[in-house]
């Protein structure tokens, strides 16, 4: 688990085809890799690698053909940053909010024009996600926790104070930027809790006014 509060911006060092899937070198720059040990994991652009080497300066971990067709990660290249932060611990303060680092689909930037001393970015969400993004609620961007002031459909409006800037990869986001996206999970678990006995049966997934009557969710 994580709390979407960046600790450093790293750079890919290496990629490398293995066995269909990759194998990702990631220099962490300013992360202090002392605490971490082989198995650990570490949120990259928001999503939760496991830690299989550890060469000093950085980490080596696999990304599965599963995070791969649902994350950024296959864009990467030599050279790109990253946004890290290592998994949270009982003493550590949660800054952000809970992030699970399971990365829910791809978004992408579609403005950004200056807000006084911020920036403000409206990014589009997946239609089938749009449902999770609420005002005021949370959501994590290539592993940073951000709050959404505003919601037109499957678009979303979001802040971003100077030390955000400073301190992760948006500074280089742009129109078209693609970027990895994790709803509030409690919305999630809330949508599958409101399935009632209905989430047992196959085919589950989405809510109707139907299913939510037989549950006794409408009178």
Known sequence: MFTGIIQAVGEVAAMQPSGGDLRLRIDTGKLDLGDV???????TNGACLTVIELPGDGYWADVSVESLNFTTLGDLKPGSKVNLEKALTPASR?????????VDGVGEVVSLHEDARSIRFVLRAPDDLAKYIAHKGSITVDGTSLTVNAVNGAEFDLNIIPQTMAETVFVDYQPGTRVNLE????????????????????????LSMSTLAENGFLK
């Open 37 to 43: 040990q082989l198995g650990d994991s570490i949120c």
């Open 94 to 102: 949660l800054g952000g909010h809970i992030v699970s680092g399971h």
């Open 183 to 206: 709803v509030d999970v409690i919305a999630r678990y809330l949508e599958r809790l409101m399935q009632g006995e209905a989430a047992a049966k196959p085919g589950a997934g989405t």
